[in-house]
């Protein structure tokens, strides 16, 4: 599955690690949910980290549709929820 990072790039994320994700995705959904700062910006950069840690970058030339964008590091709590559906940001 490709995976954008926004300002970051894509990386191509094998469906075995969804699961994982897709805990983590919960997790951001909750503290957005809960208005809580702290909680947000923990739950943001481990899944970030995460897909970073899973995924293999995909070169800069390198064109295909993203399946899932993910907003960048420094995305602010407001700007996550926007693009929060009902099933966070990683469908599952």
Same mark, same amino acid.
């Given at each position: 599955m490709i995976v954008r990072i926004l300002g970051e790039g894509q990386l191509d994320v094998p469906e075995s690690a969804l699961d994982a994700l897709n805990a983590l995705d919960t997790t951001l959904q909750n503290a957005c949910d809960a208005n809580d700062a &702290?909680?947000? &910006?923990?739950? /943001?950069?481990? %899944? %970030?980290?995460?897909?970073?840690? *899973?995924?293999?970058?995909? +070169?800069d030339d390198?064109?295909?549709?993203?399946?899932? *964008? %993910? +907003?960048?590091?420094d995305a602010? %709590?407001?700007? *996550?929820?926007? /693009?929060?559906?009902?099933?966070?940001?990683i469908p599952g």
């Amino acid at each position: 599955m490709i995976v954008r990072i926004l300002g970051e790039g894509q990386l191509d994320v094998p469906e075995s690690a969804l699961d994982a994700l897709n805990a983590l995705d919960t997790t951001l959904q909750n503290a957005c949910d809960a208005n809580d700062a &702290d909680a947000f &910006d923990n739950a /943001l950069g481990e %899944l %970030l980290a995460k897909v970073r840690e *899973v995924g293999t970058s995909l +070169p800069d030339d390198h064109i295909e549709p993203s399946e899932l *964008v %993910l +907003p960048s590091a420094d995305a602010s %709590l407001a700007e *996550v929820k926007e /693009l929060l559906s009902e099933e966070g940001l990683i469908p599952g």
